[in-house]
């Protein structure tokens, strides 16, 4: 299960500080030599792809817009986030670019995920994550996967709004490729969108960390219907908006469903984007207390 912010940050986060000190533990070395980290420009991002934290930080400009990012599947009857498979093939062979690939003996599928890191500015971000499942069991499968997100922009837990848009109203079938078209994430001048290439079937916006006990702890299907749903977008008639959700410590979570014959492969595509203020010398200086206020976020 997810560890609590407060345990994430006393984890990676004080590993450079704890490198200082001479008792430095065995366990401490094995988690930050399992931490993949990408860097372009001023972004840098850090993956653990051997625990529930995946996507553990992203910074922009030295500041860190990112409490977690990962995967979960459902397939067979069960839910688990991707590392519950197992110790990921791991490769990284570029600084922006990395690539874990997961084997299901029991499930009998191959799992995939490929992470591109762009920064395309000095206050901008892009990062690319392209997930491919391969049906190795020898039978048809049906297999979900979901991909959760918990953004905490301008280093703080609880400014955030966040939105949903695309085609929500409808009962979709399993395996149609229909329903949300991207995520946004806002906070004063700090900005999260997330756009993928094959639509997902259900989404659900809620606070910290509603969501993911529900992906950690219980079988029950996200929200393909919104608590508030706005008229649609004049121009746009096929397409609503779920939210805005905030502010607060906001989360989302979408789930696209793959039918999968014998020996093929489905995946999806997603697209993140950070937006952050110019730097300044004042920005920078404010690192130190972003970090201080994500201490006081509390775990379930």
């Keep these: 299960m997810q560890a609590s912010k407060t345990t994430k940050l ?16 065995l366990t401490l070395a094995m988690e930050a030599q399992a931490v ?3 860097t372009d420009g001023t972004s840098v991002v850090n993956i653990d792809p051997d625990t529930q934290a995946g996507v553990r930080d992203w910074l922009v400009g030295g500041e860190d817009q990112l409490f977690q990012q990962w995967w979960w599947v459902e397939v067979n009857g069960s839910r688990f986030s991707i590392d519950a ?14 690539s874990a690939i997961y084997n299901d003996l029991i499930n ?7 992470f591109e890191l762009a920064g395309t500015a000095s206050n901008q971000s892009l990062l690319k994550e392209l997930v491919t499942i391969q049906n190795t069991s020898g039978d048809d499968l049906d297999i979900s996967l979901v991909m959760y997100s918990d953004f ?24 149609s490729t229909v329903g949300w078209e991207r995520a946004t994430q806002a906070d004063g001048a700090y900005s999260h969108s997330a756009i993928w290439n094959g639509l997902p079937r259900l989404g659900e916006l809620d606070f910290y960390n509603n969501t993911l006990t529900k992906l950690t702890s219980t079988l029950n299907p996200l929200s393909d219907d919104a608590g508030v749903v706005l008229p649609p977008t004049v121009g746009a008639t096929s ?10 410590d906001t989360t989302y979570a ?11 492969s489905d995946g999806v595509g997603v697209d993140k984007r950070l937006v952050t203020p110019e730097p300044t010398t004042a920005l920078l200086s ?12 509390q775990g379930s």
């Design 10 to 25: 006393l984890g990676f986060k004080s590993f450079v500080l704890a490198c200082l000190c001479v008792g430095l533990t």
């Design 36 to 38: 993949v980290q990408l």
């Design 85 to 98: 498979i197992g110790s990921p093939v791991v490769s990284n062979p570029s600084a922006d670019k990395a």
């Design 108 to 114: 009998g599928f191959v799992l995939e995920i490929a």
């Design 152 to 175: 905490d922009l301008a280093g703080t837990t609880g400014g955030d709004t966040a939105s949903l848009l695309g085609l929500n109203d409808s009962v979709f079938p399993f395996g």
């Design 239 to 248: 397409l609503s908006e779920y939210g805005p959700l905030g502010p607060g």
């Design 254 to 264: 979408v789930q696209w469903d793959f039918s999968l014959p014998a020996g093929a």
């Design 286 to 297: 404010l690192v130190g207390l972003a970090m201080l206020l994500r201490f006081r976020k």
